[in-house]
Structures are given as C-alpha cells and as structure tokens.
C-alpha cells in the first residue's frame, strides 16, 4: 500500500531559508555588481573632468551635423527661460539654416527641434513623421485669411486644410507638378568646404558668410546660399562672387 503524505509533511522537505545562508556565487555576483557601478561612475567622472560629453549622447548625430559632432555648445547653450539648460533654441538652428518663417499667418509656431530631433542616427534628421505635421495640417488654423492666390509665386495655386495623411491627401509638390529641374551641373563637397582654417578664408576679411569657430575662421551655409528679395528661394551660386576667391 502507498504511503499518504500530507501537504505538511512535503512542505517539512524544503529548505525555505536556504536563500539567507551564504553562497559564493551570491556573493560574487554582488561583487561583480557593484563593482560595475563603481566603475561607471569613476568613467562619467574621469570623462567630465576631460570634457568629453559623448558619454551623455543618446546617439550619433545626422550627417548634416557630423563635421562639430564633438562641439556640443555648437548647438546646446544656455537658453533664456528653458528647464534644461542645454535646450537647443532655434536661434542655434538658424545661424545655418536661416530663412523665410514657415507662414506668417499661423496660429502655433513649434520649435526647430521638435520636429528635426538629433541624435537618433545619421541618416534620421530630415525623416519627419507625419504626426509632428498633422498636429497643426489636419485642422489647419491660421490667424488671418489664406492668402490670395495672386500673392503665390507658382503659376498654381492650391491650397489643403485638411491633411491627415501624407499618402492620401497631401497634394503633389509644385517642383513636381510643374516640372522644375535644377540646371546646376556642378556637385560640391560641403564636409570639405565647411571645415574650419581653410586655406584662403582670411582674404575674405568680415564677410558675414563666414564665422568663427573656436578661433578658426569657417563657411557658413549662408555664404554661398543667399535668399532672393522676397526670402522665398535661393539666388543661384556664382564662381565669381562665391569660389574665385579660393579657387581662382
């Protein structure tokens, strides 16, 4: 005949204390924790009193902005009125990418880095999601009344309120639609040219196109990409006005 154990009599068989005794293994592996975080902690040290701040980066940055990668202050700086206090403002944005304001009748005006947020790899900062647009295209609200079609440059005039997917409604770009073409045929290497010291730029004297950075004189976008009268498009680039001082 089988033995009939009760519940108490198993339960009796396990050691439930077995967890406050030493072990080596135990004992090793807190070790071995601790051990890291001290070690992490002397590394963020050490690296801040060198002034290396890559450990803080989320990732790296665009292509666009990998030429000062390691300047953080290029873009983060104190900032009037921010939480944080490397916030980046849309006046470091604009020192390169200055232009026309998006519509001077909007009713919301988000910041640069809302839209265009850094450090998620170096190809990710033009990849806007449809979210950040539609916050303001799917119910478009404006100040003032849209504008009249004679204030457009374009030999079309549309105009779309109600975007809330780009696929399915947003309309075909006039570059496009109309079939503009760049009839440029030249191709220039801007990492090689907004390198800071080249030779040649101090003949340029106080040209605003070009701009201090850490000592070195350096182009900016703005020396050869300069908007026409109504800020609206880009004059096209001259050899006589904006490479013969270098290249003559």
């Not at 080596?24 to 040290?45: D, I, K, N, Q």
């Not at 101090?202 to 070195?216: K, N």
Request: hydrophobic letters at 35%; one cysteine or more.
């Amino acid at each position: 005949m089988a033995r009939t154990r009760t519940p108490k009599e198993l339960v009796a068989r396990v050691d439930v204390s077995y967890y406050k005794r030493p072990h080596p293994l135990r004992r090793w592996m807190r070790f071995l924790v601790l051990l890291a975080a001290a070690l992490s902690g002397v590394w963020l040290v050490v690296e801040t009193l060198r002034g290396d701040e890559t450990p803080y980066m989320p990732g790296p940055v665009s292509v666009s902005h990998a030429m000062f990668e390691q300047t953080c202050t290029r873009c983060h700086g104190p900032t009037e009125g921010a939480i944080y206090r490397r916030r980046v403002s849309d006046r470091a944005c604009l020192r390169c990418h200055d232009g026309p304001i998006h519509h001077r009748n909007q009713a919301f005006t988000p910041a640069c880095a809302d839209c265009h947020t850094e450090h998620r790899g170096r190809a990710f900062i033009a990849r806007v999601s449809d979210r950040h647009c539609t916050q303001c295209h799917a119910r478009l609200v404006i100040t003032a009344a849209l504008p009249h079609a004679a204030q457009c440059v374009l030999k079309e005039h549309r105009i779309e309120r109600h975007i809330e997917d780009f696929q399915e409604h947003h309309p075909e770009f006039a570059v496009l639609r109309l079939g503009y073409s760049d009839r440029a045929r030249m191709k220039l290497n801007h990492q090689v040219h907004l390198k800071p010291g080249l030779k040649g730029l101090e003949r340029l004297g106080d040209d605003p196109g070009v701009i201090d950075d850490d000592g070195r004189a350096r182009l900016a976008c703005s020396y050869c990409h300069e908007p026409d009268a109504r800020g609206r498009y880009m004059r096209p680039i001259q050899y006589e006005k904006h490479c013969m001082t270098c290249h003559p």
